[in-house]
């Protein structure tokens, strides 16, 4: 990929082809050629949903995730989980990557991509359904 663009479609393809998404809300903002926001919410069953922020830039083909936050809340509205790359854990493994977990915990993590955080949910799914 060298253009913005062509990662804002990537992106937007494999989040349409995942069968958990039941609706999505995304803006997509170009900054210019290579950099660009990425915002909204994708909607899962039983209310749950899945809060994107991120800032990307394409830098020798590649994406990178400048700053990014994905939160998963439950039908209230109420966070879950969270995953970012905000620099305010410097203890942890991995700095500046890290999970919020469910149970208030802060963990470690590396940079997370989209379906990675797929993989995760059908995890999380399946714990809070089998409560």
Avoid at 64 to 72: A, D, F, M, P
Avoid at 82 to 94: K, T
């Amino acid at each position: 990929m060298e253009l913005i663009i062509e990662y804002f479609s990537f992106l937007d393809q494999k989040i349409t082809k995942n069968k958990m998404v039941l609706a999505k809300d995304l803006a997509f903002r170009q900054i210019d050629d290579t950099e660009g926001y990425i915002k909204g919410c994708l909607y899962f069953y039983a209310g749950f949903s899945l809060r994107i922020a991120k800032y990307v830039s394409i830098i020798d083909g590649n994406y990178k995730k400048i700053k990014y936050r994905y939160q998963l809340c439950d039908p209230d509205n109420i966070p879950l989980v969270r995953w970012d790359n905000a620099a305010h854990h410097s203890e942890i493994l991995n700095f500046p990557f890290h999970k919020h977990d469910m149970d208030g915990t802060v963990i470690s993590s590396t940079e997370i991509s989209i379906m990675e955080i797929f993989n995760e949910l059908y995890e999380i799914f399946d714990k809070i359904q089998n409560k």
